[in-house]
């Protein structure tokens, strides 16, 4: 029915909104970008100049290769493009090179390769069925999911002023979500594997995958009561899954692995030697456990419980990638992030497995996965949230509940990626689009779920709202204070933690509401 309804009047809006937001793309090709910028200059200029026995032992610039094989040849490809542009950013030794043709070619290619990002949520759209009747088209679900995914302000600011490829990547992701809702679980399983290849943060991801292609996919029937008839159970469809993710790698990691430099690869992938939290705290359990840790040690001080001698003067909050030693917690090591991020995935897969719950049921795991490895995982880049926000979209639209964590999460996550764009110009850009968008998905999933009760308590309502007096702050107060001199971390340090508790209790109350679900016969039959 969705899809009917998407054909017959859909593609005129879907059109009109994919070129809007193209358009508003365009509009900050001139605006800041960030070191990524100098990042991504520099692998087109390795993969274009050097073989590729050299792509990751090049280390002329701080920023090395450390994205795995098919993102270098993604730049590879690129490059070759570059070059009629101006062929001085694929110099190596061209450090922080930044002529007017190469930020317009690198911000074109993210606008352009954005086009998956595009096809991506057309597909999304076309899995939502059409229950909810809409005579107005701004009402329609379809419509509602199209502008969350293709408008959403964390890609915006984060792809298209401080400067990445996320919407490319989240462009596969959202595909083969789709796919798997379509029931084309090979091509979905293919896209995923190539999507690690590009960036292997999506590894955060792949146990709701993998658990949900063996339960949907690998055993082909359920009993009458929902739980899974084991004699169902599929070499064939095993054995192509395995045969998927072999070639997958094997094309990504084979050149590598017949030139002996698997271990090199491996070791740029996962840099263990960075500090416990990014430069700016995620906000995540470990921002609150840091500043904990300071509150202690301020209060120690004081009641003398502490020896100011022995206290390291580094600070995490100075804005620096360092390792950290914590003062009075204990200090925490990438094997109790990796263990604590396992325990907070594995009930989510658990879900998954015993209460299965088809597609939307997949598409909670994967969002609880991205979240869990979000709130434990070791120096987490505050744009991770993203991972999170997307494919909570798909939900949002769907049920009440899932909205209004939608709402506290989205809101919370994107006025924590505010600190990314501290340049005066961008203040009113960034203000104004988060504005826009949190302004229409508060009243479009209101309007979409008006005959239910408040998406928000008042609680939740109050904490929201508490962002405009922060943000109020940390722009315009702080700064005329003798205490920026000082203490210029408060700022980062305040919006961290209390981004921190939001997107904690977002999780939270999403996870709740997945273990208390109660799941119907029918459903589980499905």
């Given at each position: 029915q969705?899809?009917r309804?998407?054909?017959?009047?859909?593609?005129?809006?879907?059109?009109?909104?994919?070129?809007g937001?193209?358009?508003l793309?365009?509009l900050?090709?001139p605006?800041?970008?960030?070191?990524?910028?100098?990042?991504?200059?520099?692998w087109?200029?390795?993969?274009?100049?050097?073989p590729?026995s050299?792509?990751?032992?090049?280390?002329?610039?701080?920023?090395?290769?450390?994205?795995?094989?098919?993102?270098?040849?993604?730049?590879?490809?690129?490059?070759?493009?570059?070059?009629y542009?101006?062929?001085?950013?694929?110099v190596?030794?061209?450090?922080?090179?930044?002529?007017?043709?190469?930020?317009f070619?690198?911000r074109?290619?993210?606008?352009f390769?954005?086009?998956?990002?595009?096809?991506?949520?057309h597909?999304?759209?076309?899995?939502?069925?059409g229950?909810?009747?809409?005579?107005?088209?701004?009402?329609k679900?379809t419509f509602?999911?199209?502008?969350?995914l293709?408008?959403?302000?964390?890609?915006?600011?984060?792809?298209h002023?401080?400067?990445?490829?996320?919407?490319f990547?989240f462009?596969?992701m959202?595909?083969?979500?789709?796919r798997?809702?379509q029931?084309?679980?090979?091509?979905?399983?293919?896209?995923?594997?190539?999507?690690?290849?590009?960036?292997?943060?999506?590894m955060?991801?792949?146990?709701?995958?993998g658990i949900?292609?063996l339960?949907?996919?690998?055993?082909t029937?359920?009993n009458?009561?929902?739980?899974?008839?084991?004699?169902?159970f599929?070499?064939l469809?095993?054995?192509?899954?395995?045969?998927i993710?072999?070639l997958?790698?094997?094309?990504s990691?084979?050149?590598?692995l017949?030139?002996?430099?698997l271990?090199?690869v491996?070791?740029?992938?996962f840099?263990?030697k960075?500090?416990?939290?990014h430069?700016?705290?995620?906000?995540n359990?470990?921002?609150?456990?840091?500043?904990?840790?300071?509150?202690?040690?301020?209060?120690g001080l004081k009641?003398?419980?502490?020896d100011?001698k022995?206290?390291?003067?580094?600070?995490?909050?100075?804005?620096?990638?360092?390792?950290?030693?914590?003062?009075v917690?204990?200090?925490?090591?990438?094997?109790?992030t990796?263990?604590?991020?396992f325990?907070?995935i594995?009930?989510s897969?658990?879900?998954?497995?015993?209460?299965?719950?088809g597609?939307?049921?997949?598409?909670?795991?994967?969002v609880?996965?991205?979240?869990?490895?979000f709130?434990?995982?070791?120096?987490v880049?505050?744009?991770?949230?993203?991972?999170?926000?997307?494919?909570?979209?798909?939900?949002?639209?769907?049920r009440?509940?899932?909205?209004g964590i939608?709402?506290?999460?989205?809101?919370?996550?994107?006025?924590s990626?505010?600190?990314?764009?501290?340049?005066?110009?961008?203040l009113?850009?960034?203000?104004?689009?988060?504005?826009?968008?949190?302004?229409?998905?508060?009243?479009?999933?209101?309007?979409?779920?008006?005959?239910?009760?408040?998406l928000?308590?008042?609680?939740?309502?109050?904490?929201?709202?508490?962002?405009?007096p922060?943000?109020?702050?940390?722009e315009?107060?702080?700064?005329?204070?003798?205490?920026?001199?000082?203490?210029?971390?408060?700022p980062?340090l305040?919006?961290?933690v209390?981004?921190?508790?939001?997107?904690?209790?977002?999780?939270?109350?999403?996870?709740?509401?997945?273990?208390?679900?109660?799941v119907?016969?029918?459903?589980?039959?499905?």
């Open positions: 969705g899809a309804a998407m054909a017959a009047g859909g593609r005129g809006w879907f059109r009109a909104l994919a070129l937001v193209s358009f793309k365009c900050l090709i605006a800041y970008y960030s070191t990524d910028f100098e990042v991504h200059r520099n087109l200029a390795i993969t274009h100049t050097l590729l050299q792509w990751y032992y090049e280390a002329t610039s701080e920023w090395t290769l450390d994205y795995p094989p098919f993102f270098a040849w993604f730049e590879y490809a690129l490059s070759h493009i570059a070059k542009f101006d062929p001085q950013m694929l190596v030794e061209n450090l922080n090179y930044a002529s007017r043709a190469t930020i070619f690198q074109l290619s993210v606008i390769t954005d086009t998956l990002f595009i096809y991506a949520v597909e999304c759209c076309r899995c939502i069925n229950k909810r009747a809409a005579k107005d088209i701004l009402e679900p509602i999911l199209a502008v969350l293709l408008w959403n302000f964390g890609l915006l600011i984060v792809d002023i401080h400067f990445q490829y996320n919407g990547l462009g596969l959202l595909l083969s979500v789709a798997l809702c029931k084309r679980y090979l091509e979905g399983a293919l896209l995923f594997a190539v999507l690690l290849h590009f960036k292997h943060i999506y955060y991801v792949a146990p709701a995958y949900y292609l339960r949907s996919y690998c055993f029937a359920n009458a009561d929902g739980s899974l008839k084991w004699r169902s599929s070499f469809h095993v054995t192509l899954l395995g045969l993710v072999c997958v790698s094997a094309l990691l084979g050149p590598f017949v030139l002996g430099q271990p090199q491996i070791s740029r992938l840099p263990f960075r500090g416990l939290c430069a700016y705290w995620a906000p359990f470990w921002a609150l456990y840091n500043a904990m840790d300071k509150a202690l040690t301020i209060l009641c003398n419980f502490l100011g022995n206290i390291p003067k580094a600070s995490m909050t100075g804005g620096l990638v360092q390792e950290f030693q914590h003062t917690l204990p200090s925490v090591t990438p094997l109790a990796l263990i604590c991020t325990i907070a594995l009930p897969v658990f879900c998954l497995w015993f209460k299965p719950q597609p939307r049921g997949f598409v909670q795991c994967l609880l996965c991205a979240l869990s490895s709130m434990f995982g070791w120096h880049h505050e744009k991770a949230i993203l991972l999170a926000i997307l494919p909570l979209s798909l939900l949002s639209i769907q009440a509940k899932d909205a939608y709402l506290i999460l989205a809101t919370t996550g994107h006025f990626l505010f600190p990314l764009l501290f340049t005066p110009p961008e009113p850009i960034k203000i104004l689009l988060m504005l826009l968008f949190t302004v229409y998905s508060f009243s479009s999933l209101k309007s979409l779920f008006r005959r239910e009760k408040p928000l308590n008042w609680l939740e309502a109050i904490y929201l709202i508490q962002l405009v922060l943000e109020i702050f940390c315009i107060v702080f700064p005329l204070t003798p205490w920026k001199q000082h203490f210029p971390f408060v980062l305040l919006t961290s209390y981004c921190a508790l939001g997107i904690t209790y977002a999780w939270l109350k999403l996870y709740v509401s997945v273990l208390t679900e109660r119907s016969v029918r459903q589980k039959a499905e």
